[in-house]
């Protein structure tokens, strides 16, 4: 699926009515959802893959990718209301996705919830992890930026990749964490991430974020994964 048309589609997923100031609920442009599929798809295949999208929100990363062609979808957000609205979308574009209610910041996380064979399979099962977290800056979700990594490196095979945004003034520090939780991480790309007028915290209409888009392969991938997928050590 081309850009244009996979944006094209993206735009039909629906997003939170009544968004959360204290969740950082910023919905995912579609471009900007787009572009991180297509990316995905090119580096490590989402053809036939098993995927989880991580604070799906309305589910648009993990709707995208059953577009693409996932296998299966898992879908993950602590909001009822959020998995509500996913809930529609997964049911109006007709795709494999399936949804959890969970905390993925919690110690427990994903692989222990109460959510069935989805979540029994989620400890170290999927290929690809795609989320756009809260950049956890704020008091109420200071942390979860990493919190949301540090899990989505844990439901990666050995071998497999999170793809995810986090702010670029926390480059370091995200580099950092991430060599910590054993992933290998790299910039795909530097982005602008509009934020519109949401919470009666904001004072402008928008405001463009500076994002890192960025690619952290979980480790234990050995000689005969990487040379499968054909990914760079």
């Known amino acids: 699926m081309k850009l244009k048309q996979l944006v094209g589609e993206l735009q039909g997923v629906q997003t939170w009515r009544h968004p959360?100031?204290?969740?950082?609920?910023?919905?995912?442009?579609?471009?900007?959802?787009?572009?991180?599929?297509?990316?995905?798809?090119?580096?490590?295949?989402l053809e036939d893959a098993l995927v989880a999208?991580?604070?799906?929100?309305?589910?648009?990363?993990?709707?995208?990718?059953?577009?693409?062609?996932?296998?299966?979808?898992?879908?993950?957000?602590?909001?009822?209301?959020?998995?509500?609205?996913?809930?529609?979308?997964?049911?109006?574009?007709?795709?494999?996705?399936?949804?959890?209610?969970?905390?993925?910041?919690a110690p427990s996380g994903v692989a222990d919830a109460e959510g069935g064979a989805d979540a029994g399979a989620a400890g170290g099962a999927f290929d690809i992890v795609l989320m756009n977290p809260p950049f956890g800056t704020r008091n109420e979700s200071h942390g979860a930026d990493v919190a949301f990594l540090q899990a989505g490196l844990r439901l990666c095979r050995p071998g497999g990749a999170v793809y995810s945004l986090h702010k670029t003034s926390t480059r370091p520090f995200i580099a950092k964490?991430?060599?910590?939780?054993?992933?290998?991480?790299?910039?795909?790309?530097?982005?602008?991430?509009?934020?519109?007028?949401?919470?009666?915290?904001?004072?402008?209409?928008?405001?463009?974020?500076?994002?890192?888009?960025?690619?952290?392969?979980?480790?234990g991938g050995g000689e005969e994964a990487e040379g499968e997928e054909e990914v760079p050590s």
């Not at 996932?70 to 795709?95: I, K, S």
């Open 20 to 45: 959360k100031s204290e969740l950082e609920q910023y919905p995912t442009p579609p471009d900007i959802a787009a572009h991180m599929l297509l990316a995905a798809d090119a580096e490590d295949g």
């Open 53 to 105: 999208d991580l604070g799906c929100g309305g589910g648009v990363l993990g709707i995208g990718a059953a577009l693409l062609g996932a296998a299966h979808v898992l879908a993950v957000d602590l909001d009822p209301a959020a998995l509500e609205v996913a809930a529609e979308n997964v049911e109006e574009f007709e795709v494999p996705v399936s949804l959890l209610g969970c905390d993925v910041g």
């Open 177 to 219: 964490k991430a060599a910590e939780a054993g992933g290998e991480a790299s910039v795909v790309a530097e982005l602008r991430f509009e934020i519109p007028r949401m919470y009666k915290h904001h004072r402008q209409p928008s405001k463009d974020v500076a994002v890192d888009f960025w690619r952290v392969q979980r480790g």
